[in-house]
């Protein structure tokens, strides 16, 4: 309460008052009140007498203006109520502690008397005073300056206005731009308004004056979001009941209604961007039925204006008009005009910000929609008579993507996809591939994320199916080439990226996303350059309103809201890209092989050495040197240097092979230490887990007394599953150093199967061994636990990708015959896309990848000489329909050698 107000209390029967009274609106007195009635402004609650009534307060007001005399009853007057707020419960005059009203104020005489404001207060309180929100007039600066991120998505807001009106075009003009190029003042269009100018003009269905009053005036309102909720219902209600047939048939007649389009609006504050564009609107727009425009005129300044006094929103008024039809309306005979002018302080329009909202508003509509959906004509453009060379087409245009991809994610998270690899020719020897898969469930990719509560099953994605066209480049030369090569790779590092259609128009444009990482596309790619980034992309995800109804605009237009659709949307897209990328390494490595002719092992490097070691001994011993009949030796010297000359060449040619030796041995003790850490990662997040159930679970037992058998049961299982931790590191401790011994490679088997027990129970997988026809090896046994927990490793991921309704099972056939060894598993298989890169390090499908298990494998199955690969078609076991791999033993040794 204000305590410059006066406080009152005034009787007034709810039914049946000899006076013209009207609650709530109007309070009807005798002239002896007057002055008590004229001090305002005036605080009061309502009191129904006991002498005509229940004796109780009813309901609050104010009174702000002053009484009028009543006109037909000499001596009375009427006061306007304002602000009135009925009671919850009505509060009754007489209380336990006595009456709520004492002198000096209360007389039962009098119908109007003061209150203290304390007692005004508790009675509002008591009665449960209902009260309602109110809008301040300064929310409109809020909603135009605060959460509309700048000038540009101010317009690119006002231009999908546009849209949701049904139009075919908009038509962006910013004119009188201060500081450019100066023209005659007859090629502005809108002379008479203060600069900048700038004017949106659509030939949409235009507005009613209802909608006018009742929708552009009401922030926030409901006139779209109605029909999006509708959506949402009936969706939720073919889902439960199993009828998507009818709820597309209702999709299909919505849009009709609405001549196609879905609105893309939801919070209904986007065209307040006009109070950020300029100080002044003019609205024009006219509905096909009427032979004039309606005229809308809002003076934002007076929405700004800062005062100790609170001013409603409702208070100030704006002016609405018509006059005759200002513009050619076309055929349609419809549409809308907002001029905006007079600018903002803080902002100023130049050549560079003209550039960039040009390019927003070129890339507003979808470059590659959907090929099943009908594409909409909608033409956005933008003119400045005072800069007319702004680009009408995009740069990336011009340059023919490396790979071009096209998938349709499905509500299930199933990917159907498309994968064209077209390297610029002659410039790159490499052939052009086509590259198709369907049913590719991508929740496999990083399946703890998808697996439900207390469930093997996988959830349903909450983000509904999208399309998704993928640009790829590489960003050197032979790749990208020609005279606009730094232009176009200026565009990516600005612009690459992947931009959010909704409907065919971009709601979240790529630099955006680049710009906060919102894929962790930049952070993967610092921490391993071989990864793509924004930059090597240009793609756009198309959404359609009826299918991703939980994918929702942020207030300020800067993304999506971060909720669970939005988190499952993020992942997908992310198992596309590592998808696309594992083609786009594989592609760019086959290139540096074709054309860089260098040879990186450096075992075949130590091998051309001493080839060059022995032809140097050979000349040095078997030829004429100071003769040098064939001219060989010119470019060493005179003749009585050039002995001298290949002895040191022979010398260091020696010292490099003694080099590379040593780089070979570093290589083979990194690879080994690779293995070694990749287990002991493994190992380290299952003891970690582990050791806390084992922790937790001892400090609840000891608590409880007597002890709880089946919590015992638990921490006797969780040190179980510790130990098989432990055991499954230690034959790692130190492989290099372990001396080689002839054993039978199903004790090494038997020895992970016993590691893995646990995990195989826990996953509902079973092993099974079939032909235990065993054989003797002489090996380092550390190195054969680790290809067997390596393929384990991978079996059990993948296997657990799997619906929990399917058979898992991991079956291993000895031969003794071949010295061979079948590991397979009844998995979906490998993807093609991992198929030829399956040995080569750094490729997987796996989150976080890692890439190096199968990698590590071939290096100790080599380094034994034995090797592994895919089993091929006809060994393979015909009922096992995953993965299959053959160890191939043939070469290596069961016995240790003899040394002559």
Not at 480 to 505: E, K
Not at 576 to 582: A, D, Q, S, T
Not at 602 to 616: D, G, I, M, S, Y
Not at 793 to 817: A, G
Request: aromatic residues 12%; proline residues 5%; glycine residues 6%.
């Amino acid at each position: 309460m204000d305590a410059k107000n006066n406080f009152l209390v005034l009787d007034q029967c709810r039914e049946g008052s000899e006076y013209n009274d009207f609650v709530g609106k109007f309070y009807h007195f005798p002239g002896k009140y007057l002055k008590l009635l004229s001090a305002l402004v005036i605080e009061f609650v309502y009191y129904e007498p006991k002498r005509n009534g229940k004796g109780e307060y009813y309901g609050y007001g104010k009174i702000k203006k002053p009484p009028f005399k009543d006109q037909r009853e000499e001596g009375f007057y009427f006061v306007e109520i304002s602000d009135f707020k009925p009671f919850s419960n009505p509060v009754p005059f007489d209380t336990e502690e006595g009456p709520r009203e004492t002198a000096p104020h209360y007389n039962p005489q009098d119908a109007v008397r003061r209150i203290p404001e304390k007692d005004l207060d508790e009675i509002c309180l008591d009665g449960g005073i209902q009260l309602n929100f109110k809008s301040d007039a300064h929310l409109i600066k809020v909603l135009g300056e605060q959460l509309i991120a700048s000038e540009k998505v101010g317009i690119l807001e006002l231009i999908k206005n546009a849209y949701d009106a049904q139009a075919s075009y908009c038509r962006v003009r910013i004119e009188k731009i201060e500081g450019l190029h100066i023209i005659d003042e007859s090629m502005y269009e809108f002379n008479e308004y203060d600069g900048p100018v700038i004017v949106v003009e659509d030939d949409g269905v235009g507005m009613t004056k209802e909608v006018i009053e009742v929708g552009w005036l009401r922030p926030a309102s409901t006139l779209k979001t109605n029909v999006k909720e509708q959506i949402k219902r009936e969706r939720q209600k073919a889902l439960d009941s199993g009828t998507l047939g009818t709820y597309d048939s209702l999709t299909k007649q919505l849009k009709k209604e609405s001549k196609t389009r879905i609105p893309l609006g939801e919070k209904g504050v986007g065209r307040f961007a006009s109070h950020r564009l300029g100080k002044n609107l003019i609205i024009n727009t006219k509905i096909k039925e009427l032979d004039y425009e309606y005229v809308l005129k809002i003076d934002w300044d007076k929405f700004d204006c800062i005062s100790n006094a609170t001013v409603d929103l409702s208070s100030i008024g704006v002016s609405l008009t018509r006059q005759k039809i200002t513009r050619d309306y076309g055929i349609k005979g419809s549409g809308t005009q907002m001029i905006i002018f007079g600018g903002r302080d803080g902002f100023h329009w130049d050549k560079t910000a003209l550039e960039e909202l040009n390019l927003s508003i070129l890339r507003l509509n979808s470059p590659n929609p959907h090929p099943g959906t009908k594409k909409e004509f909608f033409r956005a453009y933008l003119e400045c008579p005072q800069y007319t060379d702004l680009p009408d087409s995009l740069i990336s245009e011009e340059f023919e993507p490396v790979f071009s991809f096209d998938g349709l994610v499905t509500e299930e998270g199933i990917l159907d996809y498309t994968l064209k690899f077209k390297p610029p020719q002659p410039a790159v020897p490499m052939p052009e591939e086509v590259i198709k898969d369907n049913n590719f469930d991508l929740k496999k990719i990083e399946s703890p994320k998808w697996k439900a509560v207390l469930s093997d099953k996988f959830r349903k994605p909450k983000c509904g199916a999208f399309f998704m066209h993928l640009d790829v480049w590489y960003r050197k030369p032979p790749w990208i080439d020609g005279p606009n090569q730094d232009l176009m790779l200026d565009y990516l590092y600005h612009f690459g990226g992947i931009s959010v259609f909704r409907d065919g128009i971009n709601i979240f444009p790529a630099e955006w996303g680049a710009q906060i990482d919102w894929l962790d596309l930049a952070n993967r790619h610092i921490k391993k350059g071989k990864h793509m980034s924004y930059y090597n992309m240009i793609g756009n995800i198309e959404l359609d309103q009826t299918n991703n109804l939980n994918l929702i605009d942020k207030t300020d237009r800067e993304g999506l809201i971060k909720n669970d659709a939005y988190n499952d949307f993020i992942n997908l897209t992310k198992a596309v890209i590592l998808l696309v990328e594992i083609h786009f390494q594989g592609k760019r490595d086959s290139y540096y092989s074709l054309t860089k002719d260098i040879i990186r092992d450096p075992k075949k490097l130590r091998a051309f050495v001493k080839q060059n070691e022995t032809l140097v001994n050979n000349i040095k011993n078997n030829y004429p040197i100071e003769e040098d009949p064939h001219g060989i030796l010119a470019e060493m010297g005179e003749p009585s240097e050039r002995k001298e000359k290949l002895i040191n060449l022979e010398l260091s040619l020696k010292n490099l092979g003694d080099s590379l030796k040593l780089i070979n041995q570093q290589k083979e003790l990194l690879t080994e230490q690779a293995g070694f850490g990749l287990a002991i990662a493994v190992s380290i997040h299952e003891i970690a887990k582990i050791t806390s159930n084992f922790y937790y679970g001892i400090t609840e037992a000891l608590k409880k007394k007597p002890f709880n058998e089946e919590k015992m049961k638990e921490i006797v299982e969780s040190s179980a599953s510790l130990n098989s931790e432990l055991k499954r590191l230690s034959p790692l401790r130190a492989i290099k150093s372990e001396k080689k011994v002839k054993f039978k490679l199903f004790d090494a088997l038997e020895y992970v199967l016993d590691i893995y027990k646990n995990k195989l129970e826990q996953a509902n997988i079973m092993a099974e061994i079939e032909d235990t026809d065993d054989f003797f090896i002489y090996a380092r046994y550390g190195q054969i636990v680790q290809i067997f927990s390596n393929l384990f490793d991978n079996s059990l991921y993948w296997l657990d990708t799997e619906d929990e309704s399917m058979e898992k099972i991991i079956r291993i056939k000895f031969d003794s015959k071949y010295r061979t060894l079948l590991f397979t598993d009844s998995g979906s298989g490998i993807h093609n896309a991992i198929l030829p890169y399956l040995f080569e390090p750094g490729y997987s499908l796996k989150i976080p990848p890692s890439g190096l298990g199968l990698y590590i494998c071939k290096h100790y199955m080599q380094s034994m000489k034995g090797d592994i690969y895919r089993t091929s078609s006809k060994n393979r076991l015909p009922e096992m329909k995953g993965a299959q791999f053959t160890l191939d033993f043939e070469k290596v040794p069961a016995e240790k050698e003899e040394v002559n």
